[in-house]
Every structure is written in structure tokens, then in C-alpha cells.
């Protein structure tokens, strides 16, 4: 189709799109610390809580074709982007435990069919503009929490209430969401709509991954464990361990952002000079002396420095496997399931630190992701370049990803854009 006029606009609306997903996380985590104490949750009892996300977007995602198959593709997306943004004023209202749980299973199984619809409606933007945009949508998506943390770093270190914080930012956020989602074009073709209908009459439920892509996926778990363990649990860290204030704990997740957000920004850069091994392997290495300082730290001054190095070390390892998964002889059902097991991972990593937390310590959960980051450094090998199958188009990108949303454009665009990423990678 081309870099035309519509395609160019639609891109413009979904990087705001994009950055609101990002700052309902960006907000929430700020405030995690602000929940526990107000609920006076221990470590396990918190873990607990931050798995029920997890479980609901697992047990979500495969129904948004469907919602998808109802109402169309862009009154899914404004209608599940609008049920995300409001929830995130639920956390801070819940009273008890089991009311947080639930109030969470509700945030996270929204949170998961938000992702699939707008990684979907992403690719046809891409298909469209005939040329990558994905890493840089997803570059706005942690600018987005970037931005948010900052505010929400504010909000702490004016002891300001959560459910007044978490309300109102909520309100501002549906609003934008639905204002940009007004008017979306429809850059699909008479034949892109046909597949998409035959393919939301059968939905995959759940994709395996073959086993040339379990290394892959073990890649992007290692890393993508890191980056959820991070971002929900290094404002508790501080706070706890190294005895941080209520605003420099809040402001640990905005270190981290900051510094993912730039390597991603750069992340193209460095693979074109370095290959994705090397890469992966200097980012592995990165991250490990991040979290070691994290775990030796006994004040903040090393504590935030280390997960800032953290967020630099993950920042392009998921991407790099797709890509990867991409170039397996089946791969459709490798990326599918490298992002299956890399969006349960960034979910289910909080409440595993939180009960490793609860039986050792943090320093313990914390030297956990030390070594996985450090496993990095092994297993990057796998993500060496192989020749990729002619129908094998852009494979699926980092951030809010889930196994049923499409993972690749295919045709002629398709063969465009593999033989430039394979150049690139080169």
C-alpha cells in the first residue's frame, strides 16, 4: 500500500495508543509499595496478589478474537482500551486480600486482551506503511510508563493518597485512549478481512512451541523474568532492604524505564554492529552486574544504579527472539509460543519473588534473577541468524504481546521487509 497519507496517520494515533498501555503499568507499579503497606500484606501474602494478573491475562487472551469477531477490530480495541485504563483505579480501592486478588485477575485479563488487539491493529499499520514499526511503537509504550512513573514518583513523595492518584489518573488516561481510538482507519484489504474472519471463527486457544523454539523461548524468559521482576518489585526493594524513601522507592521503576526505554530506542543500532549474539550476551552481562549490585546493595545508591543496569541488559533480548523464532521451520508456531511463554513469565515472575521473598529474603528472589540474567550470557548462541523461509515476514514484537494476535505480515511486503531485517541483522 505504501507510506501513504492514512497509513502514516494511523501510525500517529496508535504510538499514542501505545504509550497510554504503557503508562496504566507505569502508574500502577509506582504505587504497589502505597497498597501493601495500606493493606499491611508480607511478602508472600503481596506475591500472592501480584499473580493474579498473571492468571487473568493467561485465561483472557484467547477470547479477544472473539471479542474481536463481535464487535469489530477497532470497538475491541476502544472499548478493552477504555476497561483497562478504569481499571487501574480498582487496586487501590480493594479493602483486603482477597478483594485485591480479585480486583487484579479483572486488571490483568483486560490488560491481556487490550495486548492482543493492539499488537494486531499494529501489524496491518506496519503491512500498511510497507516498512518496520513495531520496535519503535513499543519504544512509546515504555515512554508511556516512563512518563507515568514520574508522576507517580511525585505522587509518593507527596504522600499523596493512591485512590485519588490511581482514580484520577485513571479518568484522564480512558479519556485519551478514547479520543485517539475515535476514527481509526481501516488499512486491511478485502482479503486480509476475509482471513481474519475465517480466523476468529476458530480461535487457537493455545499455542505449543516445537522444539527447535524451547531454546528460544527459554531466551526470552530469562530475560522477560528480569523485567517483571523489576518493574513490580524494586520500589519494595529499596524501601525494605536498603531502607529508601517513599519517593526514592517509587522512583526505582522510573531508573529502570528510563534505561530500557534508551537501549530500546538503540537497540537497532547495536545489532547492526554487533549481530544479536553479541548483543544478547553483552546485555546478558550488563544485567548480571546490575543484579549483583542490587544484591550486595545496602543503601539505594547502589540498589538503583544496578536495576537501572538491569533495564539496559533485558532491553532487546525479547525482540531479537522473535526474530529468531521467526527463522525456525515452523514459524508461526514458534513465535506463537515464545511469546506465550515470554508474556507468562514477565507475569508470573512478581509473585515468584514474592514467595521466594516470604521463605528467604528479597536479597534471595533478587539473586534468583541475577543468575537468570546471567544464563543469558549461555544461551544466546541460539539466536544466531539462519535462513528464513520466504513466507516468514516480521516476526512478533517486544511488550504487551499474546500468543493469539497475529505474528507476522506475509506477501510480497513480507519478503520486503525479512530480506531488510536480515540485512540488518547481518
Request: proline share 7%; with cysteine.
Amino acid at each position: 500500500m505504501g507510506d501513504s497519507q492514512e497509513a502514516r496517520r494511523a501510525r500517529a494515533r496508535f504510538s499514542v495508543v501505545f504509550a497510554v498501555h504503557g503508562a496504566v503499568t507505569g502508574t500502577f507499579v509506582t504505587r504497589i509499595p502505597w497498597i501493601q503497606h495500606h493493606l499491611g500484606l508480607n511478602p508472600g501474602q503481596l506475591g500472592i496478589a501480584l499473580l493474579a494478573p498473571a492468571v487473568g491475562a493467561f485465561l483472557a487472551m484467547p477470547l479477544a478474537p472473539r471479542v474481536v469477531h463481535r464487535l469489530g477490530p477497532h470497538s475491541a480495541l476502544r472499548t478493552l482500551m477504555a476497561l483497562w485504563c478504569l481499571a487501574l483505579a480498582l487496586p487501590a480501592l480493594a479493602p483486603n486480600l482477597p478483594v485485591l486478588w480479585l480486583v487484579l485477575f479483572l486488571y490483568g485479563a483486560v490488560s491481556g486482551m487490550a495486548s492482543v488487539q493492539l499488537n494486531a491493529q499494529g501489524v496491518e499499520v506496519e503491512q500498511a506503511l510497507g516498512r518496520s514499526i513495531m520496535s519503535g511503537l513499543h519504544g512509546l509504550w515504555s515512554a508511556g510508563g516512563l512518563i507515568a512513573s514520574g508522576f507517580g514518583v511525585l505522587a509518593a513523595g507527596q504522600h499523596l493518597d493512591a485512590r485519588i492518584h490511581l482514580g484520577v489518573t485513571a479518568l484522564v488516561l480512558t479519556a485519551l485512549a478514547l479520543l485517539t481510538c475515535r476514527r481509526l482507519p481501516d488499512l486491511r484489504t478485502d482479503t486480509d478481512r476475509s482471513s481474519a474472519r475465517s480466523a476468529q471463527d476458530t480461535p487457537s486457544r493455545f499455542a505449543l512451541p516445537p522444539r527447535s523454539a524451547l531454546a528460544i523461548g527459554l531466551v526470552g524468559f530469562c530475560s522477560v523474568f528480569a523485567e517483571g521482576a523489576s518493574m513490580d518489585w524494586a520500589g519494595v526493594y529499596l524501601r525494605d532492604v536498603t531502607g529508601a524513601s517513599p519517593a526514592v522507592a517509587a522512583g526505582s521503576f522510573t531508573a529502570f524505564a528510563a534505561t530500557m526505554t534508551a537501549a530500546r530506542l538503540g537497540g537497532d543500532l547495536a545489532v547492526r554492529r554487533l549481530g544479536p549474539v553479541r548483543t544478547v550476551r553483552l546485555g546478558g552481562g550488563v544485567a548480571t552486574l546490575g543484579g549483583l549490585l542490587v544484591v550486595c546493595a545496602d543503601a539505594p545508591r547502589l540498589a538503583v544504579p544496578g536495576f537501572a543496569l538491569i533495564g539496559i541488559g533485558v532491553a532487546t533480548v525479547v525482540p531479537l527472539a522473535f526474530a529468531a523464532a521467526g527463522r525456525t521451520t515452523e514459524p508461526s508456531r514458534a513465535i506463537a509460543g515464545v511469546a506465550t511463554i515470554t508474556y507468562t513469565a514477565g507475569l508470573s515472575a512478581p509473585a515468584t519473588i514474592g514467595l521466594i521473598a516470604q521463605a528467604a529474603s528479597l536479597r534471595a528472589s533478587f539473586a534468583l534473577v541475577t543468575a537468570l540474567t546471567a544464563g543469558l550470557i549461555v544461551t544466546a548462541g541460539v539466536l544466531r541468524p539462519r535462513p528464513a523461509p520466504l513466507r516468514t515476514g516480521l516476526p512478533a514484537p517486544d511488550g504487551p504481546t499474546a500468543p493469539d494476535g497475529p505474528s507476522a505480515p506475509t506477501g510480497p511486503t513480507a519478503r520486503r521487509q525479512d530480506a531488510r531485517g536480515s540485512a540488518e541483522r547481518r
